[in-house]
């Protein structure tokens, strides 16, 4: 039962990442920083490609889920201050 909550966990933060770039991408588009946003997206975009080698390779472990969710709620709660910082950063370099 433990390994099916595992896999489920594994994947849905898999589709939370591809949402997450996707959502980035598409801020973009629609006028967002382009820089700050770029820069919020990578370690999401990091943690989705390593859900996509657990996925594809069937090596699933607990580690990745709870650092992915740290650190996936970590960049949502924080989100709004570091993009305005990421922002001022590289406008004034």
Do not use: D
């Not at 594994?10 to 996707?22: D, E, G, S």
């Not at 709870?66 to 590289?90: D, K, P, T, V």
Request: hydrophobic share 60%.
């Amino acid at each position: 039962m433990a390994r099916r909550y595992l896999v489920i966990l594994t994947k849905l933060i898999f589709i939370y990442c591809l949402f997450y770039v996707v959502m980035k991408i598409t801020a973009v588009f629609q006028g967002a920083w382009f820089y700050a946003n770029l820069v919020m997206a990578l370690p999401i975009l990091l943690l989705g490609l390593l859900g996509v080698y657990f996925v594809k390779f069937e090596k699933y472990n607990w580690f990745y889920v709870i650092i992915a969710a740290l650190i996936i709620s970590a960049i949502r709660y924080f989100e709004q201050g570091w993009l305005l910082e990421l922002h001022n950063y590289f406008i004034s370099s």
